[in-house]
């Protein structure tokens, strides 16, 4: 039983570790976005939205793949 799930538990660590150095990139680039600005980091509502459909279309897109081999 524990072979068969072991899939499972590599793909959530690598998902996880993706998710995780995408999100400091993201950070990274508003950082230096703010710096060129000379100001603090700034997120608009329409920015926001605009990330968080992104995000869903991203999401829908991975989950809409056929994976069988």
């Given amino acids: 039983m524990e072979e068969t799930d072991n899939w499972k538990v590599r793909i959530l660590v ?3 570790v993706a998710g ?3 999100g400091l990139l993201a950070a ?3 950082i230096q976005r703010a ?3 000379k100001g603090k980091p700034k ?3 329409g920015e926001g939205v605009r990330v ?3 995000i869903l279309g991203v ?3 991975i989950s ?3 994976i069988r081999r």
């Fill in 14 to 16: 690598i998902g996880g």
């Fill in 43 to 45: 997120l608009t509502a």
């Fill in 64 to 66: 809409d793949m056929d």
């Fill in 20 to 22: 995780m150095l995408t």
């Fill in 59 to 61: 999401l829908k897109m």
């Fill in 28 to 30: 990274y680039l508003l």
């Fill in 52 to 54: 968080g459909l992104g």
């Fill in 35 to 37: 710096e060129q600005e």
